[in-house]
């Protein structure tokens, strides 16, 4: 595994710059890559990319995994030309400040780092403190506000500049694994269901869905357009098999483990147990997670769309969740490929996971 491989497709979407309502970057991957396996492929007002394979077939399936990420916003410039923000998604403020970070503006990218004050210019009881986010700010080099506002604009997003890195066989990190994996799981699933060219009793709809991080709100639209019987969501799940992670609270699920399917009330039990089903058959290692209430996923605004959804939920077991350097075995995300794959063969003619 030393040489690991990662696909192109999944390469340049964890390289693409997307935080939510701003996927451009990863629409564009997206776009380059599914959009040739599709019978047909749109996008809506949301920036959500839909992609349809047998488009006659019953029942409809939808694969949902979401292509936004974190980011930060620009705000306000001082006079000496330090540029503030504010939060797109669930920042840990413990880990904002002295991180390299790239600005998508208009007229290309601009770099810069988070500062804040010294801890040798601070005082004791500071040292403790935990920066508010208006006490962190984006150091561009700048000398003055109007210099900045010639290489920036108010609204201009940023991410933070680490990329994609393997760092011990199959298992890399990146900024946004959180969900390109997931994005691309859906896509890479039609692509291969186009190439094997069997006969497919369901309509699948690929959907890279857009603004997850800020409320299932390109899933709560994309549900609405595609009216799907049956739906698995996509979304990277906590592994919890690290330092200071108590599995009295938090479920036992590990790097490399493989997929771990949700069992709760946003979880539909037939569709959960076809998922069984599926892995079982392909021999595929999978794990459990229980969640007792409408889950922090796209799955919760799927479940409920319409007349409601069979819904199911798959997670790419992670650690370090929404900080810089998250980390997944990418055999996981392979697994996960090969799960749906299989579960979007095995849907017959009118079965819909009603219960």
């Known amino acids: 595994m030393s040489n690991y491989r990662v696909p192109a497709f999944l390469s340049e979407l964890l390289h693409a710059r997307s935080p939510?309502?701003?996927?451009?970057?990863?629409?564009?991957?997206?776009?380059?890559?599914v959009k040739p396996a599709a019978d047909l492929y749109a996008n809506d007002a949301l920036g959500n990319r839909l992609a349809t394979l047998n488009p006659k077939g019953d029942p409809v399936l939808m694969l949902a995994g979401h292509m936004d990420e974190l980011g930060l916003i620009i705000t306000y410039v001082n006079k000496d030309g330090f540029i503030y923000f504010d939060t797109i998604g669930g920042h840990d403020r413990?880990?904002?400040?002295?991180?390299?970070?790239?600005?998508?503006?208009?007229?290309?990218?601009?770099?810069?780092?988070?500062?804040?004050?010294?801890?040798?210019?601070?005082e004791e009881?500071?040292?403790?403190?935990?920066?508010?986010?208006?006490?962190?700010?984006?150091?561009?080099?700048?000398?003055?506000?109007?210099?900045?506002?010639?290489?920036?604009?108010?609204?201009d997003a940023a991410t933070y500049d680490h990329e994609l890195e393997m760092i011990h066989g199959?298992?890399?990190?990146?900024?946004a694994f959180d969900n390109k994996v997931g994005a691309y799981v859906v896509g890479e699933t039609l692509?291969?269901?186009?190439?094997?060219?069997?006969?497919?009793?369901?309509?699948?709809?690929?959907?890279?869905t857009s603004q997850e991080e800020i409320g299932t709100r390109g899933a709560t639209t994309a549900t609405y357009a595609v009216n799907p019987h049956i739906a698995l969501a996509v979304d990277v799940g906590h592994a919890t098999d690290h330092p200071d992670c108590d599995n009295r609270k938090y479920g036992e699920t590990k790097l490399g483990g493989g997929p771990i399917l949700c069992r709760g009330a946003n979880i539909?039990?037939?569709?959960?147990?076809?998922?069984?089903?599926?892995?079982?058959?392909l021999k595929i290692p999978y794990q459990?997670?229980?969640?007792?209430?409408?889950?922090?996923?796209?799955?919760?605004?799927?479940?409920m769309g319409r007349g409601g959804v069979a819904t199911g939920l798959v997670s790419i077991p992670l650690r370090y969740m929404h900080t810089p350097s998250e980390i997944v075995d990418l055999e996981d995300v392979e697994r996960c490929v090969q799960l749906f794959v299989e579960f979007a063969k095995s849907l017959e003619k009118g079965d819909y996971a009603h219960w």
């Not at 199959?170 to 900024?175: D, F, L, M, P, Q």
């Open 170 to 175: 199959s298992i890399g990190t990146a900024r």
């Open 125 to 155: 009881a500071d040292r403790k403190k935990v920066p508010e986010i208006h006490e962190i700010w984006i150091d561009i080099g700048a000398r003055s506000k109007k210099e900045a506002l010639e290489r920036i604009s108010i609204g």
């Open 20 to 33: 939510s309502g701003y996927e451009g970057e990863a629409q564009a991957v997206f776009d380059r890559h």
């Open 191 to 208: 692509i291969r269901l186009a190439k094997e060219k069997k006969k497919l009793a369901a309509k699948i709809v690929s959907v890279a």
């Open 268 to 281: 539909n039990p037939k569709v959960f147990a076809k998922l069984v089903a599926a892995a079982k058959k």
């Open 94 to 122: 413990t880990v904002i400040s002295g991180r390299r970070v790239i600005i998508q503006t208009a007229n290309g990218p601009v770099k810069g780092v988070t500062g804040k004050r010294a801890i040798h210019l601070m």
């Open 288 to 303: 459990i997670e229980a969640d007792p209430r409408p889950t922090g996923t796209d799955a919760r605004a799927i479940q």
